[in-house]
Nanobody
Framework: QVQLVERGGDSVQPGGSLRLACAAT????????MHWYRQAPGKAREWVAS???????TYVDAVSGRFTISRNNARSTMYLQMNSLKPEDTARYYC?????????WGRGTQVTVSS
């Protein structure tokens, strides 16, 4: 079965950096578009970034220029490099994909940005 596992979340100060990873198993990773979402307490889950099988990336305006999504197909892993972090980036970050006619989500990894 498809499993997605996020890693890398932590507590950091404003202006700091983190790199998140999403490791995928049970799927032909290299042919699927992958996504990052985030959800802060009391807010709806928000799309953050996507990367196609070919490596084309898109971002929500709020993170454009600060975050970089990438993937390593040989390792079946997607990454999110987050720089210049702001308190408003505080959220649980989730890996997502659509495969085999279903939606798959990881359990998330917590990112907290505070002084």
């Amino acid at each position: 079965q498809v499993q997605l596992v996020e890693r890398g979340g932590d507590s950091v100060q404003p202006g700091g950096s983190l790199r998140l990873a999403c490791a995928a198993t049970g799927m032909n990773f290299k042919i699927y578009t992958m996504h990052w979402y985030r959800q802060a307490p009391g807010k709806a889950r928000e799309w953050v970034a996507s990367i196609t099988a070919q490596g084309s990336a898109t971002y929500v305006d709020a993170v454009s220029g600060r975050f970089t999504i990438s993937r390593n197909n040989a390792r079946s892993t997607m990454y999110l490099q987050m720089n210049s972090l702001k308190p408003e980036d505080t959220a649980r970050y989730y890996c997502h994909t659509q495969a085999y006619s279903r939606d798959f989500w990881g359990r998330g990894t917590q990112v907290t940005v505070s002084s």
